[in-house]
């Protein structure tokens, strides 16, 4: 994990138990529970207790679990999917070269785009062409697992891309667009074949559109899938679907 990422982990952890302990308050509130009473009744020292509630402090599960237990609440913990892995795969870097290198100048690049309104996740890189004013949240996949969820994160990751950080900066407001680079396999090749409908409808643009519109100067054709064939440590876009 980038120290970006770490970063990034750490503040959403500081929100969570921050939330944890407004619940802890307004449930302690709520049954007329002291401080001190809570922490005597879960067996925890009341300092830590008096942290914990401050949200200046976390707890073990195993803590949060006796203060629940006290004031009358289960505690439950899980994940939640969100927009995908922010690690990737060893495919992703030569992909990502590989797009770099085929890109016009006109468009602009912004690699490992931080958004986080409404959905929290990361882009591999957003292609900004302002005089089309067009930006492109653009996902390198070397596999195509679970399609219906890499659609609709990508979908997610796309709406979210106003709230990141440098989309103020753009100039006029773009239209948002979305570029999927799939590494073409014979596994994956299956898989688009078994699912063409589906890919079709999320990915309507022509695959030689869209990569005539990123090395050179045709149009933005709308939201494409181009497959990319990787040899080694090099790759480079294939046309066709």
Known sequence: MTT????????????????????????????????????????VARSHVARVMNGEASASFAVYQRLGAVLGADLSIRYFPNTGPAIRDRWAAPMLEALLAVRHPRWAAYTEV????????????????????VLLASELQSELRRLEQLIRWHAAKADSL??????????????IGRLLVVRRTKATRTTAAEFGRQLRTAYP???DDAISALSGTMPWPGDALAWMVVEGHSARLVPGR
């Open 205 to 207: 643009a022509h695959p």
């Open 4 to 43: 970006r990422l770490q970063a990034a982990a750490d503040r959403r952890a500081l929100v969570v138990r921050r939330d944890v302990a407004e619940q802890l308050v307004r449930l302690a509130d709520d049954a007329g529970v002291s401080v001190v009473h809570l922490a005597s009744a879960a067996g």
């Open 114 to 133: 931080a958004v986080r309104r409404p959905s929290r996740g990361w882009i591999d890189v957003a292609l900004h062409e302002p005089r089309e004013q």
């Open 162 to 175: 106003p709230s990141w950080d440098g989309f103020g900066q753009l100039g006029e407001q773009p239209r």
